[in-house]
């Protein structure tokens, strides 16, 4: 673990002494903090674990893009579910999105599940709290929230497998494993394999958690080093684009993103909607993009073929964060392509005698990005 701290202590001092007010680094901030943090979230973790493998239940309950960035989705766990209007049972666990959701009621904070929420307040109630650092970064507290979640998940991953249980976790579905996987486990009701720990394996439980966060920072690195100049010149382009009275269409498609773009500030200046590229069966919104409009798309893994073909022979402009680049449009001068520099499997953590790999970055990566953009904009008007 001296090699993730220090990984983490070297590059945050570089990019402190630069003063940026890079959103990308701000959220790489609150990510180094969490990292930090995975030991506290040892106890909670262990006890959650301790209900989960004696047959508890778990649910995600708060926000509801938080709750949808912590169910269904690849790299998550397949046993994870909404908790609504239900009443969680003394045994479950409940992963709570306090940050712009429904109060955690009276009945479910005396129902006896263990209550893990996520917010810089201390929420009542609530078993424990964990902090995203939204406040001391600026950084949206609904983004901020979500760090911390997949942190935990990963030490929770970890408790769970050091008491001989494996929860199943989902494989995306843009591998040719991703539906098999979702037939042979969630569609039989199958959420946990057996696990034999590695003797040898003598680590904290939290070292899932640390990967995560170290995976994450390197991503947030390395995309402020290598997209820097194409994060520039989108913001540059956006900002023209609202001074000469034009509309900035900003599309996104993901668990999480849709709902913190479209209900944020973002909202206010760029027109959001979403366009879910990669998936021929949805029909993508048909605006009236026209000379001088800039089209922004927020994605995934397959470029928005659909997009360019819109604007693009309407004088429009188009950047796009997804991580297959266009070859079509490679040298048009109206075309950006970012590169969220997150791996396809769109996992970053590994766990001997696991078939696959777990936990997202894609959701905090992507939204940070869209953050940069609007902030670049904005900036300059």
Known sequence: MKLVTFAFATFFAAVTASASDS????????????????????????????????????????????????????????????????????????????????????????????????????????????????????????????????????????????LGKMPVTYETIGLPGGYPRIQQYQAKGIFWIDYTPDPADTSPTSDLGVEFAHSVFNCLQRAEKEDRAKLDQSGQWAAQSLKDGKTVYMYCMGHFIPDEIGKSEIAAKFKVNTWNSGFTSLTPPDDPIGTGDLAIHIGYQHPPHGLFEHALPANAKVVYVDLLQHRDTKSDPNVIWIDPMWPWDDAVVRLKGYDIPMLPPSGIVNTAIAWEIYRLATSQL
């Open 23 to 162: 959103y990308l680094l701000r959220v790489l901030n609150a990510v180094e903090q969490v990292g930090k943090e995975c030991k506290t979230m040892e106890p909670s973790a262990q006890e959650a674990a301790t209900r989960l493998v004696a047959g508890g239940k778990l649910f995600a309950a708060g926000n509801p893009a938080f709750i949808s960035e912590l169910s269904g989705r690849a790299g998550g766990l397949m046993l994870i579910q909404s908790l609504g209007d239900a009443i969680p049972a003394a045994g479950d666990v409940v992963m709570f999105g306090a940050e712009q959701g429904p109060p955690l009621s009276e009945t479910v904070a005396k129902s006896g599940a263990h209550i893990v929420a996520f917010s810089d307040a201390n929420i009542p109630g609530a078993s424990i709290t964990f902090s995203g650092h939204a406040t001391e970064n600026k950084i949206s507290p609904t983004l901020a929230a979500i760090i911390p979640a997949w942190t935990y998940t990963g030490v929770l991953i970890k408790s769970c497998a050091r």
